[in-house]
């Protein structure tokens, strides 16, 4: 990337080394004539948000008004057993602290 950047093909603007470093990311099969930006493997997308959401974005859900202020403790199995979440992936309700901290001592 940095030779592109470096040493540009055609004009050494700012733009077209950026348009360089862009088409070894986009483009690194040198084969497609633009970017298209807006249909870039949103499928694949879509996917990793629903893998996220079945392992590190574990959220309780609250099922009625009378379980605002304390709801009861949240079964991490349930989500688990949701038709969005594939039966191999499991639960990870502590990754984010375990990666991340984010535990009140630390502050």
């Known amino acids: ?3 592109v950047i470096d ?3 055609g004009a050494s603007d700012t733009a077209s080394r950026m348009l360089g470093a862009l088409n070894i990311f986009y483009n690194h099969t040198g084969k497609s004539p633009c970017f298209n ?3 870039d493997h949103k499928s694949s997308r ?3 948000w629903k893998w996220q959401g079945c392992t590190e974005l574990v959220e309780p859900s609250i099922k009625n008004k009378n379980d ?3 709801p009861p403790d949240y079964k991490h ?3 688990q057993k949701s038709s969005d979440c594939p039966k191999d992936v499991k639960p990870r309700p502590h990754s984010i602290t375990t ?3 984010g535990h009140v ?3």
Do not use: A, R
């Open 99 to 101: 990666e991340f901290g």
């Open 68 to 70: 605002s202020i304390f």
């Open 46 to 48: 879509i996917e990793g």
């Open 7 to 9: 040493y540009p093909k």
């Open 37 to 39: 930006l807006t249909s």
């Open 77 to 79: 199995q349930h989500k």
């Open 105 to 107: 001592s630390l502050l």
């Open 1 to 3: 990337m940095c030779e």
